[in-house]
């Protein structure tokens, strides 16, 4: 069976079938890669293999609590996520992480995950028993880098390896964004601010700039968020009981994983309260923000002490219809919708009556998304090839729109003596 909408193209094989035979579209399962502790368990740390964990202290044991895999899975639990699969990498002081991000990535494809998130730390944050803050950059590989105008270091594209592996995912198994978050601000006062995210500034400049930086065929299935938070409960782990504690910030890419994970479609997570936050290390101009927006950075904004996203797009092309993050998701729905309808018919006799079955199934399923305001209107067509053994859907479907702005007009009337006057 193959499904088949505006820009994404997936075949469901026999070979498929047997790892699961009806499809939970609605879960979320989160994949974080990164680092293992310094000295982990040579028995459980099992190097570039995913494996499913519900508890802080379990990472600690197998990975140590040093390691990125261990502060990753905080800021992943108190962001909402759920189904929390941990793909380690070795931990070896090296200028980038191109060899280890794509072996892991490969790995990837026996979870079938529909998050991944490539874990990059925030600032370094060192409190005192006087409590004292001092911040410091991580060093150079410890997050992605915006560097000669792009996502990469030396040798890597982040933006594109990401971009990429979800896209394999997404087209042979089920729908699978990337989250990716940007290093940490070397400077996050006022000036230092203006120099990133101002018209002239580092981020503005670099990230657009076509001779440097092409956006990626495949950037529809990767948001990129641009942000420097503090996940609750990590500050008082040992200030708390008056010693000095070091940890690192989230780049808010789980706090954005996490959002999306308890989303419930048609909504969009424009405006969604993000969880888990505690603090905020900067917060930028509405100037600012807008060129954020404009130039495909998701940013969190705080109203009234509650943390929201600005906007919420993707790193599609500009002439794409996957801008907006609600688009990817709902379309993603279908399709992953029609793969659990097709893994029930694999195998079947294709009788006139499995035939009828089928369409009729797929019209069911379409007819509940759009009742559920998921899609606003759906069209299918099946076309079946008996001597190749092959169903064809084609499927177009209008997804829900997105509320982004509301415009507010205000009329006063003055009543009494001159009761005309307005």
């Known amino acids: 069976m193959t499904a088949t909408m505006p820009g994404v193209s997936s075949t469901l094989h026999d070979t498929f079938s047997a790892l699961e035979i009806s499809s939970q579209v609605h879960t979320h399962r989160v994949a974080i890669v990164a680092r293992t502790g310094a000295d982990p368990s040579a028995t459980y740390a099992h190097d570039y293999d995913p494996k499913k964990y519900t508890s802080l202290a379990d990472v600690g044991t197998v990975h140590g609590t040093d390691s990125e895999l261990y502060e ?70 410890d997050s992605p880098r915006v560097t000669d105008g792009a996502y990469a270091d030396s040798t890597y594209d982040y933006l594109d390896g990401l971009a990429d592996i979800c896209a394999e995912i997404t087209e042979s198994e089920r729908l699978c964004i990337g989250i990716l978050g940007i290093e940490a601000l070397s400077d996050i006062t006022a000036t230092g601010l203006a120099a990133e995210f101002g018209e002239s500034g580092t981020l503005y400049d670099a990230i657009p700039d076509v001779s440097t930086l092409t956006t990626p065929s495949n950037g529809k299935y990767v948001a990129v968020v641009a942000a420097e938070v503090e996940t609750a409960g990590m500050a008082p782990w040992a200030w708390r009981n008056g010693s000095t504690t070091t940890y690192y910030r989230s780049n808010g890419a789980l706090n954005y994983a996490g959002l999306i994970s308890r989303l419930a479609l048609p909504d969009a997570p424009t405006n969604k309260i993000v969880t888990g936050i505690s603090n905020i290390a900067y917060r930028l101009s509405r100037a600012q ?54 893994r029930r018919y694999i195998g079947k006799g294709m009788n006139q009556s499995v035939r009828d079955s089928f369409v009729t199934s797929v019209a069911s399923g379409l007819d509940i998304l759009t009742k559920s305001g998921v899609i606003i209107q759906a069209d299918f067509n099946v076309r079946f090839d008996g001597p190749n053994s092959v169903a064809y859907v084609d499927v177009v479907v209008v997804p829900a729109w997105e509320l982004r702005r509301i415009e507010l007009s205000v009329r006063v009337t003055f009543q009494g003596i001159n009761s005309n006057a307005q």
């Open 72 to 141: 990753a899975f905080y800021h992943a639990q108190y962001s909402g996520c759920d189904d929390i699969w941990l793909c380690p990498i070795p931990n070896e002081v090296e200028i980038d992480r191109t060899t280890e991000l794509e072996t892991a990535y490969e790995s990837l494809f026996t979870i079938r995950p529909s998050i991944i998130v490539p874990y990059g730390r925030g600032a370094k944050i060192s409190i005192d028993s006087a409590g004292t803050v001092t911040r410091t950059v991580p060093t150079f590989g």
């Open 289 to 342: 923000t807008l060129l954020c927006v404009t130039n495909k950075l998701v940013t969190f904004n705080v109203l009234n002490g509650i943390v929201r996203v600005d906007d919420a797009m993707t790193y599609a092309e500009d002439n794409s219809d996957y801008q907006r993050q609600s688009t990817v998701l709902i379309v993603g729905q279908v399709d992953d919708m029609i793969r659990a309808i097709g």
